[in-house]
């Protein structure tokens, strides 16, 4: 069972910065799926940022590619925002998850929300203008 706990929210005016920090407890993350997730208020969960530890590739939503970067370092997941905007504003949770296999081909889920089993409790991001 993966724990996560998220920290680093706050409130931020327009075009400002913040960076999420996502700690993730567990045995080993040497393969584990890892995704940024963000739900605003009357608005269904829109993934954000994904990526698998035993690889370097890194999926972006497009409404967040070149302003957000995601990043892992042993234990913490990160997400690096930059030039924040109003719609932004959400909370952001950590999500984890294992490959799924098929046929000896292994994959995450990235945008699929329903892949990850362990979502930490989430962290509150406001953008004013």
């Known amino acids: 069972q993966v724990q996560l706990v998220e920290s680093g929210g706050g409130s931020v005016q327009t075009g400002g910065s913040l960076t999420l920090s996502c700690a993730i407890s567990?045995?080993?993350?040497?393969?584990?799926?890892l995704g940024w997730f963000r739900q605003a208020p009357g608005k269904e969960l829109e993934p954000v940022a994904s990526l698998f530890t035993g690889a370097t590739t890194r999926l972006y939503s497009r409404s967040v590619e070149g302003r957000f970067t995601i990043s892992h370092n042993k234990n913490t997941l990160y997400l690096e925002m930059n030039s924040l905007r109003p719609e932004d504003t959400a909370t952001y949770s950590c999500?984890?998850?294992?490959?799924?296999?098929?046929?000896?081909?292994?994959?995450?889920?990235?945008?699929?929300?329903?892949?990850?089993?362990?979502w930490g409790q989430g962290t509150q991001v406001t953008v004013s203008s």
């Open positions: 567990t045995t080993t993350t040497s393969q584990l799926c």
């Open positions: 999500a984890a998850g294992y490959e799924n296999c098929d046929g000896g081909v292994c994959r995450c889920g990235g945008e699929d929300s329903e892949t990850y089993n362990s």
